[in-house]
Structures are given as C-alpha cells and as structure tokens.
C-alpha cells in the first residue's frame, strides 16, 4: 500500500466483507460495548461440509469478493488482483492436519493502538481458551506477524507449520493450542 491512509481504507472495506462471509460460521467477541479489542472465531462445527453447505460457503466468498471490488478504485485492478492472489495463499487448509478434531479458529484479533500492552489479549484469550476446554476443542490462529508469535506462545499456542506467501516478504504462521481437556 503507497500509504497509511489508503492501507486503513483498503482494509475497512475489506474486513466488513470478510466479517460479513464468515459472520454465520463464527462468534464476534468484544472486550466490552468500547471494543478495546475485538475477535472474530471460526467454530468447525458450523460448517458441515456437505455438498451443499461448501456451495454455499463459496457463494460468500464470492459474493465477498464481488463486494470489495470497490477497493481498485483505490489500489487499482493489479494491486486487487495481488491482494487477492495473496490471500488465496494465505488459506485455511493447513487445519485439515487435524483430521475431524473439533476446532476454534481465531481468524482475527485487533486491539486498538491505544489499549495495547493494557491485558486487552488476555480478556478475549482466557475465555476463548476455557470454552475450548469446555468443548474439547483445539484452538488455532494465523498470524504473518513474527512480533505476535510471544503474544501467542504465552498462551501456550505452538507454531504447527510455517507457510511462506508467493509474491510476497509474509510468511504465515500456522498456531496451535491443545487445551488440557482436548488432549
């Protein structure tokens, strides 16, 4: 991205879509009504995998996509076009390691600038975690962040696979925790 504010608004439009695909699969958890931070979980068992359900699954993607076409008005058709092709990359499907084990997916955790540093993780975290346990369920994520990787590890999430983005410096950190139940 050339810069700050086209970045913030490539990825406003493009976070309310994905929210938007993955909204009927996942729980949107908040720290409170301020949103300090925010958490989007993916539940396996939501999504059945039958031949119809994988239909429709596709159909959100693509409508997904279709709906931030705005953004190459912004960062133009080939920087869409990469975008895309990054994402693709960056897929999920490193989780079928796990066979039929039961998951939650951390898809997504923000904390705002201004709470960070202030146990914001913890509260999304600890309660992420217990259900988890509760639901004898692993709990994965991740991250093209290496900075996060500490943050994640402290709760006791180790890096399962580690997968290098095409046509990109990013590599995607494949995170897992087995909750004690869940072993």
Known sequence: MPDETTRLRVLNIFFH?????????SDLL???????????????????????????YMK??????LKCLPICRIIGVRGFIRGL???RSMSSLWLSMFGDQKYMHL???????RYRGQGYVSKIMMPLLA???????????????????????????????????????????CMACVPDSAE
Do not use: W
């Not at 931070?37 to 429709?56: K, P, Y």
């Not at 898809?107 to 600038?113: P, S, Y």
């Not at 590890?153 to 046509?167: A, D, G, S, Y």
């Open 60 to 65: 959100q993607i693509m409508l997904a996509i």
């Open 85 to 87: 092709t990054i994402l």
């Open 131 to 173: 259900e988890c346990r509760e639901n004898n369920a692993l709990c994965t994520l991740e991250t093209q962040t290496p900075s996060n990787l500490p943050i994640y590890e402290h709760f006791q999430f180790r890096t399962v696979k580690v997968i290098p983005l095409p046509n990109s410096t990013l590599e995607q950190y």
């Open 30 to 56: 908040t720290t409170s009504t301020n949103y300090e931070a925010v958490a989007l979980v993916f539940h396996s068992e939501r999504q059945s995998g039958t031949l119809i359900s994988n239909v429709n």
């Open 17 to 25: 879509r994905y929210i938007e695909m993955l909204y009927p699969y």
């Open 107 to 113: 898809d997504m955790l923000v904390v705002q600038e």
